[in-house]
């Protein structure tokens, strides 16, 4: 393959070059000739005339194909020009398609080129010239390409006449761009088998050992936020009209960033300043051609509805260091043949450094052809279209058996004057302030956001986990007490129910905790037994009532005790095994745990990241913990999708399937704390395997033997209370009585001396008076929180508890809760809802030995009692309903001993209340209009409760008006209910 080319500034020069022409011709052997006539501000019969003068005196087998340009680079910047550029090839095909087409039928047009390239074997390149700014040249490529998409197209346009308000010389006179538009306008062309003011030419390069070499180079880069067009209809011109931008006029969009006005000189003044959107994958500049007397801006290429804009800048170095990869990529290639197509706007954005960018290609390869559309064409594996402000080069050559490049390189690396281009420097300034500004914001609305949310995390803990402290602690309490085994399933039902939500409010928790890495890894010793039991035990329930086999796959040579994370391994496994369950509908789950190899040197290490800030065992085992399903199987493209959060796989068949979408996303991290990873094989429509691979410490290596026949399959659950402690003494403090009565409750058969206060300033008296084996602190409480007092009472020289251990009570459990606590002094951290083993497990532990009487398995329990039917008066007591409270309470006797706590704090809640309205210390007054409504509400307060609920959310608004409107009313209403039942209490009902 030869390629040569001709320059000249007029076409009585250019008539040296055809005695060279015929020369080549008559004594190069060639398979196909090609003369490519580029050409500026020539008359449309002078080069017509010129052309014939070519075929006259040359190879009549000679194609040619032209068009206008809107300059031509190495003639720059005035005048007419000529490029000629001969390329003659020794294998390859070339055929020139003219297709005449006006605005409306582009289609059809098309759909002729695509025919011509079904007939051809290898087309590797098609050259296409574009004449008519009406014409929607994007339509046109996409439908023609269709089928040959590796192969690439490129190319330019030619434009009637320069944009309105554009110049491409720095310092042209608005008479001097309206002359240059002139030459334009009469003179716009592209020519193949004969001149066309309007349609295509198409030059079809094709071969079985054509090779190609295809880069798209750019420089700039989005800065700045998202904008927003509105697209118009029927542009007069161009592919796209944006009549708005973020719901301002589209040509506003410069005043406010540049501090451009849309006079003459707007084109020049926005250069450095393209917009770009992204699109599969790639950045594309815009630049328009035009704007209107309503401020709205033409394109050239089609924008998609929705789809945003951003500002981009480049500097000097980024454009030519985007055209120097390119040239380093080219050299590499070593092309026979070489087309260059430059936007414009990088000449008018370089100026004298322009050169710059196809100086070197000029030693890759002399006969180069370099053109300047009035925009570029670009299109490859579906990808691109039309283009501003690119650098283009597209390498041919032949005579080796290559396959071409699969993928295209994109080498991307306040005072207004008007009458004139404004320097850089002034556009940067007002540029840079106004993206400046709009990074403090974007910080600003960020920090908001995320405040925001720890303050949502940490309401909704304080909100859901408080009433299911109530109902899990009630429903306990059932469990205890009741013999009635239908009345046990119900509540074996509520448990259930009551700790799903609590998961659910556990996985949104502890997504928090990991998203500011302060999920915290505590290893401990545990018997694998246990955990497989506890796992077993969680599916089982599940499976059965789906009618699916729970199968175990347990290595007898596991050792019996290690030393890690228990929770978090259990938790990780108990997410996969669920989720295993409720993806499959027939057959069985199979929880497989093997031993894959022993101790080894390089484990240590490892064991480390399982077990972090602890002194591991020497020894350790490497196990493979695997859950295999039967199930619907994901999709292989939804795989990479399975550990996004809130996401769930083929949404609308599992649209019935429960869960937050959270589960495998913390499993995921949770691994990755542990130097572990999450791994999945699935097949669509047969089922799924997750596993992972995790070292833990060996404590006792003894193995862990046959582990399926020793599980303990669950029963009603009949409590038995583990010790008794009647000599020890214990405080609670919560300023929610519910809480303290719920804490009463559960430890009434340990027989343990139960104290409480409500307040902070309560407890501080009550260790004054009395010496206690453990304290119980709420966190959030008004006027002294939980670790104000604990404060208090490490400084307190009357203390007569300084050393009971101070356990933190709280529904806080957001990230950093526990550091947060240990940190200020507390022994421990109870959450609520309160776990009534955990609560006796850790009374066990804490207080002293002697005092604690263990009892004995086979016990008996004591007989209940048998409770009371709901008392008559109740019913008539207005503003209660008795019913309600009897339903929230479970029992008569729980109902009464709430109804009894509520009336004994009326007076003084609504004294505190009324003194926290007057004072406008809305932060105490929103803590006890809460725990108003939590007690309310138990007690079938209703209406209480509701006005209560409506000052909480105001409180929390600041919401003073509603406030002050409705304060008096409750405060009225809450007292009257003491009232009400102020008789029944003083003879002793309540």
């Known amino acids: 393959m030869i390629q040569k080319k001709f320059l000249y500034k007029d076409i009585s020069a250019a008539e040296e070059a055809i005695p060279e022409i015929r020369s080549l011709l008559e004594n190069t052997p060639h398979k196909a000739a090609l003369l490519t006539f580029y050409e500026k501000g020539l008359a449309a019969g002078d080069v017509e005339t010129y052309i014939k003068h070519i075929k006259d005196s040359g190879d009549p087998d000679l194609l040619i194909a032209g068009i206008t340009l809107t300059m031509i680079a190495e003639l720059m910047p005035e005048g007419e020009g000529i490029l000629l550029n001969l390329i003659l090839t020794e294998e390859s095909d070339i055929e020139v398609i003219t297709l005449p087409c006006s605005p409306g039928g582009e289609e059809n047009a098309a759909d002729i080129l695509k025919l011509k390239l079904d007939s051809r074997d290898d087309v590797k390149v098609v050259e296409l010239f574009s004449s008519n700014m009406r014409l929607n040249n994007t339509l046109f490529i996409e439908n023609a390409m269709k089928?040959?998409?590796?192969?690439?197209?490129?190319?330019?346009?030619?434009?009637?006449?320069?944009?309105?308000?554009?110049?491409?010389?720095?310092?042209?006179?608005?008479?001097?761009?309206?002359?240059?538009?002139?030459?334009?306008?009469?003179?716009?062309?592209?020519?193949?088998?004969?001149?066309?003011?309007?349609?295509?030419?198409?030059?079809?390069?094709?071969?079985?050992?054509?090779?190609?070499?295809?880069?798209?180079?750019?420089?700039?880069?989005?800065?700045?936020?998202?904008?927003?067009?509105?697209?118009?209809s029927?542009?007069?011109?161009?592919?796209?009209?944006?009549?708005?931008?973020?719901?301002?006029?589209?040509?506003?969009?410069?005043?406010?960033?540049?501090?451009?006005?849309?006079?003459?000189?707007?084109?020049?003044?926005?250069?450095?300043?393209?917009?770009?959107?992204?699109?599969?994958?790639?950045?594309?500049?815009?630049?328009?051609?035009?704007?209107?007397?309503?401020?709205?801006?033409?394109?050239?290429?089609?924008?998609?509805?929705?789809?945003?804009?951003?500002?981009?800048?480049?500097?000097?170095?980024?454009?030519?260091?985007?055209?120097?990869?390119?040239?380093?990529?080219?050299?590499?290639?070593?092309?026979?043949?070489?087309?260059?197509?430059?936007?414009?706007?990088?000449?008018?954005?370089?100026?004298?450094?322009?050169?710059?960018?196809?100086?070197?290609?000029?030693?890759?390869?002399?006969?180069?052809?370099?053109?300047?559309?009035?925009?570029?064409?670009?299109?490859?594996?579906?990808?691109?279209?039309?283009?501003?402000?690119?650098?283009?080069?597209?390498?041919?050559?032949?005579?080796?058996?290559?396959?071409?490049?699969?993928?295209?390189?994109?080498?991307?690396?306040?005072?207004?004057?008007?009458?004139?281009?404004?320097?850089?420097?002034?556009?940067?300034?007002?540029?840079?302030?106004?993206?400046?500004s709009e990074l403090k914001e974007l910080a600003n609305e960020a920090d908001r956001a995320n405040k925001a949310k720890s303050a949502f995390l940490s309401h909704m803990s304080h909100e859901i986990r408080t009433p299911i402290n109530a109902i899990l602690g009630m429903d306990e309490m059932i469990l205890r007490e009741s013999s009635e085994d239908e009345i046990l399933d119900y509540a074996e039902d509520i448990r259930s129910a009551g700790n799903n939500l609590l998961g659910i409010v556990n996985?949104?928790?502890?997504?928090?905790?990991?998203?500011?890495?302060?999920?915290?890894?505590?290893?401990?010793?545990?018997?694998?037994?246990?955990?497989?039991?506890?796992?077993y035990n969680i599916v089982r329930m599940r499976a059965d009532n789906k009618g699916l086999k729970v199968i175990l796959d347990i290595d007898p040579s596991i050792p019996s005790v290690l030393f890690g994370d228990e929770n978090r391994i259990k938790q990780v496994v108990s997410n996969i095994l669920t989720n295993a369950v409720k993806y499959t509908e027939k057959g069985s789950v199979t929880l497989s745990i093997r031993k894959t190899e022993d101790s080894s040197p390089e484990d240590r290490d490892a064991l480390k990241l399982s077990c972090p800030g602890e002194n591991p065992p020497d020894s350790s085992v490497r196990l493979l913990v695997t859950v295999k399903d039967t199930g619907i199987g994901i999709r292989p493209e939804d795989v990479k999708r399975l550990f996004r959060k809130y996401e769930r796989m083929d949404e609308k068949r599992n649209r019935m399937v429960e869960g937050t979408g959270l589960g495998l996303n913390i499993s995921k991290q949770l691994l990755e704390l542990m130097g572990s990873s999450l791994s999945v094989e699935s097949i669509y429509g047969e089922g799924s395997t997750f596993g992972f691979e995790i070292i833990q410490g060996v404590v006792n290596d003894e193995p862990v033997g046959e582990v399926k026949g020793r599980l303990k399959n669950p029963e009603h659950h009949r409590y038995r209370v583990k010790f008794t402690a009647e000599d020890?003494?214990?405080?609670?403090?919560?300023?929610?009585?519910?809480?303290?009565?719920?804490?009463?409750?559960?430890?009434?058969?340990?027989?343990?001396?139960?104290?409480?206060?409500?307040?902070?300033?309560?407890?501080?008296?009550?260790?004054?008076?009395?010496?206690?084996?453990?304290?119980?602190?709420?966190?959030?409480?008004?006027?002294?929180?939980?670790?104000?007092?604990?404060?208090?009472?490490?400084?307190?020289?009357?203390?007569?508890?300084?050393?009971?251990?101070?356990?933190?009570?709280?529904?806080?459990?957001?990230?950093?809760?526990?550091?947060?606590?240990?940190?200020?002094?507390?022994?421990?951290?109870?959450?609520?809802?309160?776990?009534?083993?955990?609560?006796?497990?850790?009374?066990?532990?804490?207080?002293?030995?002697?005092?604690?009487?263990?009892?004995?398995?086979?016990?008996?329990?004591?007989e209940r009692e048998v409770k009371n039917p709901l008392p008559e008066?109740?019913?008539?007591?207005?503003?209660?309903?008795?019913?309600?409270?009897?339903?929230?309470?479970?029992?008569?006797?729980?109902?009464?001993?709430?109804?009894?706590?509520?009336?004994?704090?009326?007076?003084?809640?609504?004294?505190?209340?009324?003194?926290?309205?007057?004072?406008?210390?809305?932060?105490?007054?929103?803590?006890?209009?809460?725990?108003?409504?939590?007690?309310?509400?138990?007690?079938?307060?209703?209406?209480?409760?509701?006005?209560?609920?409506?000052?909480?959310?105001?409180?929390?608004?600041?919401?003073?008006?509603?406030?002050?409107?409705?304060?008096?009313?409750?405060?009225?209403?809450?007292?009257?209910?003491?009232?009400?039942?102020?008789?029944?209490?003083?003879?002793?009902?309540?």
């Open 147 to 232: 089928g040959h998409e590796d192969s690439v197209l490129f190319g330019t346009t030619t434009i009637k006449g320069l944009p309105t308000k554009m110049s491409v010389v720095e310092e042209a006179s608005v008479v001097e761009i309206e002359q240059i538009e002139a030459s334009f306008e009469s003179n716009e062309f592209i020519f193949g088998d004969g001149i066309l003011q309007e349609g295509f030419v198409a030059v079809v390069f094709s071969g079985e050992k054509l090779a190609v070499q295809a880069n798209y180079a750019l420089g700039w880069s989005p800065i700045g936020r998202r904008l927003y067009p509105e697209l118009g």
């Open 728 to 862: 020890a003494r214990i405080l609670v403090v919560d300023d929610n009585m519910v809480n303290l009565n719920v804490i009463r409750k559960l430890l009434k058969e340990t027989r343990i001396q139960v104290d409480t206060a409500v307040s902070g300033e309560e407890a501080l008296g009550l260790v004054k008076k009395n010496e206690y084996d453990v304290i119980f602190l709420d966190h959030l409480m008004p006027n002294m929180d939980g670790p104000e007092t604990l404060e208090h009472m490490r400084r307190m020289k009357d203390n007569r508890s300084e050393n009971a251990p101070v356990i933190s009570l709280t529904a806080n459990a957001l990230s950093g809760a526990r550091d947060q606590y240990l940190k200020a002094g507390f022994r421990d951290y109870l959450s609520k809802p309160v776990d009534p083993q955990n609560l006796e497990d850790m009374l066990y532990n804490y207080i002293s030995p002697e005092k604690i009487r263990t009892v004995k398995k086979n016990d008996e329990r004591p």
């Open 507 to 535: 996985d949104v928790l502890d997504f928090s905790k990991i998203e500011a890495g302060k999920m915290t890894i505590i290893p401990v010793e545990y018997e694998i037994r246990s955990i497989i039991n506890d796992l």
């Open 873 to 990: 008066w109740l019913n008539k007591v207005s503003g209660i309903d008795a019913e309600m409270g009897l339903k929230n309470c479970s029992t008569v006797e729980i109902y009464l001993t709430a109804l009894e706590c509520f009336y004994e704090v009326i007076g003084e809640n609504a004294d505190e209340i009324e003194e926290y309205w007057k004072k406008k210390d809305w932060e105490n007054y929103t803590i006890k209009v809460h725990a108003l409504r939590s007690s309310a509400k138990l007690i079938g307060a209703s209406s209480l409760a509701g006005q209560a609920e409506i000052l909480e959310k105001a409180g929390h608004n600041s919401d003073t008006e509603v406030i002050f409107q409705n304060t008096e009313r409750l405060l009225n209403d809450y007292r009257a209910l003491k009232g009400e039942l102020s008789d029944h209490y003083n003879k002793g009902l309540i």
């Open 234 to 436: 029927s542009p007069d011109k161009g592919e796209t009209v944006v009549n708005t931008i973020n719901c301002a006029a589209a040509v506003e969009i410069y005043k406010e960033y540049l501090g451009v006005y849309p006079d003459p000189y707007l084109i020049s003044n926005i250069c450095e300043f393209p917009f770009m959107v992204e699109r599969d994958g790639i950045n594309i500049c815009l630049i328009p051609i035009d704007c209107g007397k309503n401020g709205e801006l033409y394109f050239m290429m089609s924008l998609r509805k929705g789809e945003p804009l951003r500002l981009s800048f480049a500097s000097h170095d980024e454009v030519l260091n985007a055209s120097h990869s390119s040239l380093l990529n080219m050299e590499n290639f070593k092309p026979e043949a070489l087309f260059l197509t430059l936007c414009g706007n990088r000449i008018n954005f370089l100026k004298e450094d322009a050169h710059l960018e196809w100086d070197g290609f000029s030693k890759t390869c002399p006969g180069h052809a370099l053109m300047h559309g009035a925009c570029e064409l670009f299109y490859h594996k579906g990808k691109g279209g039309i283009l501003n402000s690119a650098h283009l080069a597209i390498g041919l050559k032949e005579g080796e058996n290559m396959v071409p490049d699969s993928e295209h390189s994109f080498l991307e690396v306040e005072s207004l004057r008007h009458g004139r281009i404004l320097p850089l420097s002034d556009r940067m300034s007002v540029f840079l302030s106004k993206i400046t």
